[in-house]
């Protein structure tokens, strides 16, 4: 339960019964009202801008509001006491008890604790890694990989029906220099001394696998075939290789997305072509020249009539070609055609993952799914800042088996998934990145993964001790649930409880701003605020978690142990990282 929504719809309440007793103007608009904590703990456990933002429509004094509104908020069983603050504020002090039940809702809840239905089931497309098949996932892939999962998984939690994918980028120049790529090493599979690979093609040793695979299927039969000949076959095979293998790096990292999506199969189908002719009914298409752009000139400028998309109608700094000068549709026209595509399947709201080199592209995409889904979808992009690799205090060595970067699958090889996962979420996704692997790997509190795994292992060690004095039954998370709490009293076990119950809160917050970075912060706080503990109780007997000699007291303060590890697993369980039992 998120308990700030549980007290707004409180204080909503109160606000009406005071409108029906004339105290307050009827049908103020409580749109605006918010719950939130409150900047400094000293002013309680939650606050409310109600008075403030009801003032003017009431045309009373925010104070008159609060000193109306706070009797009534007093009067709830969770509540302590009320304090009015400022010009209006409303800080409310929350009972021990309460806090107290919101730790054995955590423990009834499992692991499912902070889920939501604020998503309402609403369909959502998420997008992410994309990566021309041209080739190994890099490092940069990595981070636009994880990214995008945890941020589905996230979205889920809170409720939304999220579908995940990939956008396979098959058409273009790229993918024909592949196949010429491809061609180069069947050659070479035949025998053929084929010298230098030549500027521009693909010369990673990944190729050598798909050249001596057209050799066993083929033959000799295309050797000295002219390339409009092999080409479309070539094109076809190695980009099937390479997906299958892009799949398996994938998979390394924990990922496995619901579709795969072809640009090639969509311009093949008229996608293309069907969402040009909605944006010309619409008079969203005209012939007309472009003004040359300051600095750099972009690829797809032409000093020409074009065929234009009115992207500054929607947003964009200017207008964008659909057609090259050949008459060949544009890969914007085409990335038009895809989200257009995604919206037909029902997706009004579409989430891309986008390296940093996409940025200029933001305003555009944006524009487009405005246009062409009549103001109906909304589309985010999220832009992925570079990782810079560091082992032994020097930047990463470039894979042999790439040619010129370090895979995705060499840093799973060396950090391990569940180390790739977290590290890739502790900083928010448009923030450059530096990935220390030294570091990543160390037992030290300077290791976010390490700190929060080892407040993981450290409340399964407690519960192991714990089965010396009880019995399974006695301390699972259902029978802790009805554990008298009363003992816990200590300052500190009730800040880990009220961390724990911001969960909720959290989840909520990071879906709606779709930054899952949010949930590593969160789990840091938390492993802080367990960790003290731990140490407390080393300084002060009375606050060790077990005590032979008072089985209750040991109950609570299992009930909270067990707490701590369920909400840090579900926090691991949204980055896709498995919780660790015990640390070596």
Not at 217 to 243: C, L, N, Q, S, Y
Request: aromatic fraction near 8%; charged fraction near 25%; include cysteine.
């Amino acid at each position: 339960m998120n308990i700030h929504q549980s007290f707004l719809a409180d204080i909503c309440t109160a606000i009406e019964s005071l409108a029906d007793g004339g105290s307050l103007p009827g049908g103020l608009d409580l749109s605006r009202i918010s719950v939130e904590p409150p900047r400094e703990t000293g002013h309680g456990d939650v606050a409310t801008n109600a008075a403030l933002v009801l003032a003017k429509a009431a045309k009373m004094k925010p104070r008159d509001i609060a000193d109306a509104l706070a009797p009534m908020l007093g009067a709830l069983d969770a509540v302590e006491r009320v304090e009015v603050a400022g010009p209006g504020f409303i800080n409310l002090h929350l009972t021990a008890a309460f806090w107290r039940g919101q730790l054995a809702e955590i423990l009834l809840a499992g692991t499912a604790y902070g889920a939501s239905d604020m998503g309402g089931g609403e369909k959502v497309n998420v997008e992410y890694v994309s990566a021309n098949p041209t080739g190994p996932l890099h490092v940069a892939h990595a981070r636009g990989a994880v990214t995008g999962d945890a941020l589905a998984s996230l979205l889920a939690k809170a409720g939304y029906d999220v579908t995940t994918e990939y956008y396979i980028n098959d058409a273009g120049a790229q993918v024909e220099t592949l196949a010429r790529s491809a061609h180069l090493r069947y050659r070479e599979a035949l025998g053929e001394e084929i010298g230098e690979i030549p500027e521009g093609f693909y010369p990673g040793e990944y190729m050598i696998a798909v050249g001596e695979a057209l050799a066993e299927r083929d033959g000799d039969k295309w050797r000295d075939a002219p390339e409009e000949d092999w080409i479309d076959a070539f094109r076809e095979f190695t980009v099937a290789r390479m997906m299958v293998d892009v799949k398996a790096d994938l998979a390394a990292v924990g990922i496995e997305q619901d579709v795969f999506t072809s640009e090639r199969g969509l311009v093949d189908a008229g996608a293309v072509d069907a969402v040009f002719a909605a944006l010309e009914e619409r008079s969203l298409i005209y012939i007309g020249v472009l003004e040359p752009p300051k600095g750099k000139k972009p690829d797809d400028w032409e000093p020409r009539p074009q065929t234009l998309f009115k992207a500054s109608d929607f947003g964009d700094d200017v207008d964008r070609p659909m057609k090259k000068s050949d008459g060949s549709w544009t890969y914007f026209a085409n990335d038009i055609a895809y989200h257009f595509d995604k919206y037909k399947r029902g997706y009004k709201t579409m989430i891309d993952i986008f390296g940093a080199d996409h940025g200029g592209y933001v305003k555009r995409m944006v524009a487009a799914v405005a246009a062409m889904s009549g103001g109906e979808a909304d589309l985010d992009i999220k832009l992925c800042q570079m990782v810079h690799l560091k082992k032994g205090g020097e930047p990463m060595r470039m894979s042999k088996r790439a040619g010129n970067f370090v895979t995705l699958r060499d840093l799973v090889d060396e950090a391990g998934k569940d180390v790739v996962r977290f590290m890739m979420l502790t900083r928010k996704n448009d923030s450059q990145m530096e990935f220390d692997l030294d570091k990543a790997l160390e037992q030290t509190r300077d290791n976010p993964v390490f700190y929060v795994q080892y407040a993981h292992a450290r409340c399964r060690s407690v519960l192991r001790n714990a089965l010396e004095i009880f019995e399974a039954a006695e301390i699972s998370p259902e029978a802790l649930a009805g554990a008298d709490m009363s003992a816990l009293t200590d300052t500190a076990e009730m800040d880990l409880i009220r961390v724990m119950a911001g969960w909720p809160r959290m989840i909520e917050g990071a879906a709606e701003a779709h930054e899952p970075h949010r949930v590593a912060y969160y789990l840091h706080e938390l492993a802080e605020h367990f960790h003290a503990l731990w140490n407390k109780g080393k300084d002060e007997a009375r606050l060790r978690f077990i005590h032979e000699d008072d089985r209750a007291l040991t109950l609570a303060r299992l009930a909270l142990v067990q707490g701590v590890a369920l909400v840090i697993a579900s926090g691991l369980d949204v980055f896709g990282v498995q919780p660790v039992e015990e640390l070596r």
